[in-house]
Structure formats: structure tokens, C-alpha cells
């Protein structure tokens, strides 16, 4: 049997710190190869990607999972009691940046894919989609792999991705959707002057107060059947300006959307540059906007792959698991341009953090719900 606690640890070992790599794909190549997995690199730019298939090219039953092998960096190392990249083991804890987020998640489904077809070899294939850039841009990564797909002919007909979306207990929450997500960036131009003489200059400042207060009070929707109201957080207001006695030129402001399935990208953007507009106008300023799209919105319908992956978890945990959307972005809002995605995994209460860690028992746990899935899949 492939120990899915193993398999972590030597993947928590390669220090992958955005965009690196250092093995961590070798290490799932060499296991997943060994087990008649055709493995292929879809590496682009300087990530590097790993696309690996059991069964034969163009099966009506292939099972996708989708997950990610690069990890955010340390942080402050002196903050940590232990080694990051060491894997170490304490008190039925596996302790090292990735644990959670998420080289446990993909261990598991790579040795529950690995014994899956080598025990029972199913009626259909098995794809694993695994990427080395899901905490940066995310641009040539999972985006990379299904462009890969597309050229080679490949499909899934089902996927899960493996990010922990547990937030207190193991098996009590599965994601069927995200929201969207977007940032606005604003630069504000008037006319430089002394702060004696206001009527000789143009302040910029007023006119960006007014812009984020507009937007920050404006109620964007009172949330959808699997959505919570969508929100709108200003995340800085800068002008980079030292003096005391002087208006600046110019002034910015950057705000971040998470939006439900009531907007689109494009509509909301229309709506930024409508109040940007307005307020130009109003204050006799320049308003420059530029926005990033990081992703739409979308949902997986309750229905037959959220059933499966339920079933599963009921069965391995004893405990019936919310139907969420909730939390930030994740690779599945790639995939659901191919194929029904869900997301379950581990509990995340320490991702990101110093002394990041994960239950070696949710490991092992993690690993037969993955199972359970595939078998049941495939029955």
C-alpha cells in the first residue's frame, strides 16, 4: 500500500516556494510512474506542470484530480520551531510549509489513485493534474495543463480538486462553487500646489475619498441560494507624498471584489468606471482604472458528483459535510470551463501559518475517502 503520510513528508522535503519546483513533481513522476501512469510534463514559461493518466486516451468514465505542489514562502524562519522543509514528526503531527496546503491533499489522492488501479483496474481512467503554480499568478499553471488537455485530446469527465476546504473538523464542509474574484486599481489625477493657496491646485484626495466611499457603502447584492453577499474591501489609499505643505499631483486607491453568481467580471467593471466617471466629473479630476479578473464565479450544482463525494465522507468520517462556497479562489475555477469540479480536502486551520502542520491520522483518512470515491465512481 502507498503510505500517503511517506509521500507527503518527501514532498514537504522539496522546498517549492513559488514559482520552484525542487523535485516535487519528480517525486509524484516517479511514484505514479511505477504504477503504469503515463506521466507528461506540461510545463510552461517557468512553472512546471505534471499530467498523468491511467487507462486508455478517450474513456466516457475518467476520474480528474487537480491539486498543487508549490507552496507560499516561510515567512519569518526564526518563528518556526522546526526545520520548514524538514518534515518533521510530533505528537501525531506532520509539521513543514505545505502540510496543509496542500502536498497532503495531493499524496493522498496520488496514493489513493496508485492503489485504486493497481487492486481493482477500473473501466474507464484516472487523471491527475498537478501544478507548480496555484499560489502565484496561477497563470501557466492548471490553465497550462488543461491547454495541454485540449491539444492532446484529453478530457475528465468529473474532477475534485484537493484543496483543504475543512474549516473545523475533518469532513464538514466540501466546496461546490466559488465566488469571483477581482481588484480594482485607481490613480487619481488633479494639479500639484502649496497648501496655502488651495484654489491654485487640484486635490486628488477628496476625489479618491469620495471614490472609495462609494464604493465601499454601496450594497453590491444580498447574496443567492449558494452564495453570501458579494463584498468589497478598499485595500489601500497611497499618495507618496512626504510634505506637510503641499497637495500632491495625484493619489491611489486599490480595492478587491468577491462576487457571487448575480455579477460577471464585465459588469462590475462597467460599474467602477461609471462611479470613477462620475466622480472625475464631479471633482474636475483625471480618473485612470485598471482591474484584474482573477476569476468568475461558478457553481457546481448539488447533484451526482457532490452526492459521491458525500457519500465517501459520510461513510469515512460519520459526519454529513456542507455544500459551500465559500472562501477565496482556487484552481477550480479553471476546470469548471471542462468538466463538474468539487473541492474537499483537509482541515486548513493552519495553512499559511508558521509551524504550518497537518493530523497524520486526516492523512490516512483523507487518502480512503479519496478511495472510496473512486471505487464507487467506478462501480
Not at 134 to 144: K, Q
Request: glycine share 10%; proline share 5%.
Amino acid at each position: 500500500m502507498t503510505d500517503p503520510v511517506a509521500l507527503t513528508a518527501d514532498l514537504i522535503r522539496c522546498p517549492s516556494v513559488t514559482p520552484e519546483d525542487a523535485g516535487a513533481l519528480d517525486v509524484l513522476e516517479r511514484a505514479l510512474s511505477a504504477a503504469g501512469f503515463v506521466c507528461t510534463r506540461a510545463d510552461r514559461g517557468e512553472v512546471k506542470n505534471l499530467f498523468a493518466r491511467w487507462g486508455e486516451r478517450g474513456h466516457v468514465r475518467t476520474f480528474g484530480f487537480n491539486g498543487h505542489t508549490d507552496v507560499v514562502p516561510v515567512g519569518d524562519e526564526d518563528a518556526w520551531t522546526v526545520d520548514p522543509f524538514g518534515a518533521e514528526m510530533r505528537d501525531g503531527r506532520l509539521y513543514g510549509r505545505g502540510a496543509t496546503d496542500m502536498k497532503s491533499g495531493v499524496a493522498a489522492f496520488a496514493a489513493a489513485a496508485i492503489d485504486f488501479v493497481q487492486e481493482t483496474p477500473p473501466e474507464g481512467a484516472v487523471i491527475l493534474a498537478i501544478t507548480g503554480d496555484e499560489e502565484g499568478d496561477a497563470v501557466d499553471g492548471t490553465t497550462a495543463l488543461l491547454d495541454h488537455m485540449a491539444r492532446e485530446g484529453e478530457a475528465m469527465s468529473v474532477c475534485l480538486v484537493g484543496e483543504p476546504t475543512c474549516p473545523e473538523e475533518m469532513g464538514d464542509m466540501i466546496k461546490i462553487g466559488r465566488r469571483g474574484s477581482m481588484t480594482a486599481f485607481f490613480k487619481v489625477i488633479g494639479k500639484q500646489g502649496h497648501s496655502a493657496y488651495p484654489h491654485r491646485a487640484c486635490n486628488p484626495l477628496p476625489a479618491l475619498a469620495r471614490l472609495m466611499d462609494r464604493l465601499a457603502s454601496h450594497e453590491l447584492d444580498k447574496g443567492t441560494d449558494h452564495f453570501d453577499p458579494s463584498t468589497l474591501a478598499i485595500v489601500t489609499m497611497d499618495t507618496g507624498n512626504p510634505a506637510t505643505n503641499v497637495i500632491p499631483a495625484e493619489c491611489r486607491g486599490t480595492v478587491n471584489i468577491r462576487f457571487n453568481d448575480t455579477h460577471s467580471g464585465a459588469g462590475l467593471t462597467d460599474w467602477l468606471r461609471k462611479e470613477a466617471d462620475g466622480i472625475a466629473e464631479a471633482f474636475g479630476v483625471e480618473v485612470e482604472m485598471r482591474v484584474k479578473i482573477s476569476g468568475e464565479s461558478f457553481l457546481t450544482p448539488p447533484g451526482a458528483l457532490s452526492d459521491l463525494v458525500s457519500a465517501a465522507v459520510r461513510a469515512e468520517t460519520n459526519r454529513v459535510p456542507e455544500l459551500s462556497t465559500t472562501g477565496g479562489t482556487s484552481d477550480a475555477r479553471f476546470v469548471k470551463d471542462l468538466c463538474p469540479v468539487v473541492e474537499f480536502g483537509l482541515v486548513g486551520k493552519t495553512m499559511h501559518q508558521v509551524d504550518e502542520h497537518v493530523e497524520v491520522a486526516h492523512v490516512r483518512q483523507l487518502k480512503a475517502i479519496y478511495t472510496r470515491i473512486l471505487r464507487d465512481y467506478f462501480a
